[in-house]
T-cell receptor, first 114, second 112 residues
Framework: NAGVTQTPKFRILKIGQSMTLQCAQDMNHNYMYWYRQDPGMGLKLIYYSVGAGITDKGEVPNGYNVSRSTTEDFPLRLELAAPSQTSVYFC?????????????FGPGTRLTVT | DAKTTQPTSMDCAEGRAANLPCNHSTISGNEYVYWYRQIHSQGPQYIIHGLKNNETNEMASLIITEDRKSSTLILPHATLRDTAVYYCIVLHGSSNTGKLIFGQGTTLQVKP
């Protein structure tokens, strides 16, 4: 299994541009999550999904959108990028409550907005 | 979910046990304690979790006090590769989302 994969690894955006961060998992996990981590800080939850077609906001959803059309994929969309969105973005997935909430994380996407 | 308190940083000598404390004095009966770590620039990695009994796996041991208000993660023989930020997180057992709320964590520096 590849686990959780994220693309791209690095990206530089200009203010006002848009982009989609890709996340995929091959472990048949129902639950998927997007986090951001600013320098020297802990992770903040942006959005999460408990299954295909179901998404909900986390702690810091403003400026982002998500969709979950399949179990495997959970893309994160940035519209009108701002310097405050410069961060490292991590995607994660887990089984549901019945099998424990151990989350598996991807390697991250490092985004700079200038 | 209950809030956790951890020391900002700790040092440990290579080969010795690393004992990382976590305070969760407002934990409720159905809340689990989870530990993750983040090695520099990588995604966090799950270590262990428990409810009230002590737990052990191939990576670490988790000791939870009888009143469940605090816990200790033990890395029995720390290596340089264990240098990382360690996060203690409380998660409700009835949660339908599995959302993790990360704090600042403890930066563990393992020294030769």
């Amino acid at each position: 299994n590849a686990g959780v994969t994220q693309t791209p690894k690095f990206r530089i955006l200009k203010i006002g541009q848009s982009m989609t961060l890709q996340c995929a998992q091959d472990m048949n996990h129902n639950y998927m999550y997007w986090y951001r981590q600013d320098p020297g800080m802990g992770l903040k939850l942006i959005y999460y999904s408990v299954g295909a077609g179901i998404t909900d906001k986390g702690e810091v959803p403003n400026g982002y959108n998500v969709s979950r059309s399949t179990t495997e994929d959970f893309p994160l969309r940035l519209e009108l990028a701002a310097p405050s969105q410069t961060s490292v973005y991590f995607c994660a997935s887990s089984f549901d409550r019945g099998r424990g909430y151990e989350q598996y994380f991807g390697p991250g996407t490092r985004l700079t907005v200038t | 979910d209950a809030k956790t308190t951890q020391p900002t940083s700790m040092d440990c000598a290579e080969g010795r046990a690393a004992n990382l404390p976590c305070n969760h004095s407002t934990i409720s009966g159905n809340e689990y304690v989870y530990w993750y770590r983040q090695i520099h620039s990588q995604g966090p990695q799950y270590i262990i979790h428990g409810l009230k009994n002590n737990e052990t796996n191939e990576m670490a041991s988790l000791i939870i006090t009888e009143d469940r208000k605090s816990s200790t993660l033990i890395l029995p023989h720390a290596t340089l590769r264990d240098t990382a930020v360690y996060y203690c997180i409380v998660l409700h057992g009835s949660s339908n989302t599995g959302k993790l709320i990360f704090g600042q964590g403890t930066t563990l520096q393992v020294k030769p």
